[in-house]
């Protein structure tokens, strides 16, 4: 059974910093791509990090400079730092993983940025 469960999310002031966690069960992790996605209320889902199993990273626009990916393969974990966050940061952020042709997502997890 799959399993992505994310946490770290939370309210956070401008220019704050936030890690979020994803950690993975029920497949094989290091053969999986790993990616962060957000969504705004009113909004679709986008891309917000990705990392690829030889650990290549890639970032959508508005997380590029601000926003790491990284993950343990040996902890079955994926994280996302996240810096100098704004209020249009605001969203769920949700853990996804493709492995063997198939696409799994978490539950999501809160991020509110506001003074």
């Known amino acids: 059974q799959v399993q992505l469960v994310e946490s770290g999310g939370g309210l956070v002031q401008p220019g704050g910093s936030l890690r979020l966690s994803c950690a993975a069960s029920?497949?094989?992790?290091?053969?999986?791509?790993m990616s962060w996605y957000s969504q705004a209320p009113g909004k679709e889902r986008e891309l917000v990090a990705q990392i690829l199993t030889d650990y290549v990273t890639l970032y959508g626009d508005s997380a590029k400079g601000r926003f790491t990916i990284s993950r343990d393969n040996s902890e079955n974990m994926v994280y996302l730092q996240m810096n100098s966050l704004k209020p249009e940061d605001t969203a769920d952020y949700y853990c996804?993983?493709?492995?063997?042709?198939?696409?799994?997502w978490g539950q999501g997890t809160q991020v509110a940025v506001s003074s």
């Open positions: 029920g497949f094989r992790f290091s053969r999986a791509i």
């Open positions: 996804n993983a493709k492995v063997d042709m198939q696409l799994y």
